[in-house]
């Protein structure tokens, strides 16, 4: 029986940070045609960066997000190889790791608790490489507040995954 995984440590922040600069410098995927309704929607689910509780000087760092969060919802090994090799969870029902996505997001400031999407915050560690790919993953937030931070962040690594296929094949 595998053991569950309680120090991500290097593979979890590895998988991030390559992540992470491929998105930095890979940019978006895809084109936007927003209509109005939809940038609307999407505007809504945006925090005010006004009313945004600032982080202390230099933040929260990936790794203590994990560590932090890693200490209520403990995730298996199995998930974060899948989660960074594919995309997604290999089992989208297990909300423990949905959940640990949620805390290490709002960990990070990028979600607030409230669960409106701090792009700033995102776009200051890397996360989402554009203000664009976080704009058309807004329209996967459905669902628990698990559920929509989980299918955020899924929307977001699979862009990163496709746009360094599609280089990887140029």
Partial sequence: MEKPFKDVGSLWLGATLALLLALTLGGAVGCSMLNTDSADQRSSMLA?????????????SPQEAVNECNRTFIIQTEYWNEMNETGSFPDE???????????????????????????????????????????ECLDDMTGTTCEMAYYLMRCVITRALVEEKSKDNK
């Fill in 48 to 60: 005010d960066p006004a009313t945004i509780k600032k982080q202390p000087q230099g933040g929260v």
């Fill in 93 to 135: 029902t297990d909300r423990i790791p949905l959940c640990f996505v949620r805390c290490y997001l709002q960990t990070l400031g990028i979600l607030t608790e409230d669960m409106k999407v701090n792009k700033e915050a995102g776009l200051a560690v890397g996360w989402g490489g554009s203000s664009e790919t976080i704009d």
